[in-house]
């Protein structure tokens, strides 16, 4: 699919509308204003060579990543992931809990209740994302609960292009909150199954345009 | 006034009970993690109001909104979940709860389920 179909350009909508949310709701949990980029989306197929993979996940953040992952189902069935680096998720803890200089960002011995924190703060955030594709295609999804886990950036690579097929909806977001970037990426693991059913719902949407 | 909060994120059972009590004042707070210690807390300390989020282990929201509606189906329940899909806050409303309210649970939102809860002690 071409970046400048409008099936394209559809998908990144719907996205853009749940990140925008996505992005209300952190503003409401830290109380600060959030200055968000509007993400770009790519779609990567298992059938795609691994240096054109590479390329793209090579813009992840470099070091330990922070991963909040939820599975997904029933008409659409994937798996989908909120990677920050760890040490801006400290400064994010810092700020949840209303005490920004609770703890030094390079100190990434979180704790259960630093986890509790992020696991729900990535629940909050993709729910929003993966909710709105819900309710812009009118299916109802059921989630898995939500699961933090500390990763290296290259172990977190090997791990998904270990999977013999996948399909991979890859959005980088980027942020401002309190003077601090933080970048990060929503990676939505689907199985080519639901990849198409959600390309044929997106292009019903197109259809319709045109009805 | 005795409100139950059933979340299995002991981050978001701090913030609501804090929220809670600042605008409340009196009131006695009581925690669960999961649904099934939900239905167990709510027969064992008959709440005013409850506070359930719809994602936990064990037992759902969902179902233990279902339980405790068989078991009293005068129960004050608000919903606190990170759910925004259209037809689950549809579906969750058929069964009577008095609001369901989006996460994060902020002073805005709080403010409104004052006004319900001391609307309903006035009334």
Known sequence: MHEKDLTYDILKEIFNIGVGKAANMLSEIVGKKIILDIPNITILESKEDDEEIYKHFSALPQGALMVSSMKFGEKITGEANLLFPANKMRIF?????????????????????DFDIIREVGNIILNSIIGEIGNTLDISLKYTLPEVRL?????FEIGLKDKEEFCILLLYISFIIDDVKIEGAVIINLTIDSLNELMKMTKDIEDDLYG | MKILIVDDSRFTQLTTAKLLKNQIGDVEIFFANDGEEGFKKYKEFNPDYVFVDLLMPNVSGQQLIKLIKEYDKDSNIFVISADVQKNVREEIESYGVIQFINKPFTDEKVKLVTKIIKGDTYA
Do not use: A, V, W
Not at chain 1, 93 to 113: A, K, R
């Open chain 1, 151 to 155: 990763f290296n950036k290259s172990k």
């Open chain 1, 93 to 113: 803890i810092n700020l949840c809990i209303g005490q920004p200089e609770y703890m030094n960002e390079e100190d990434l011995n979180f704790t259960d209740m």
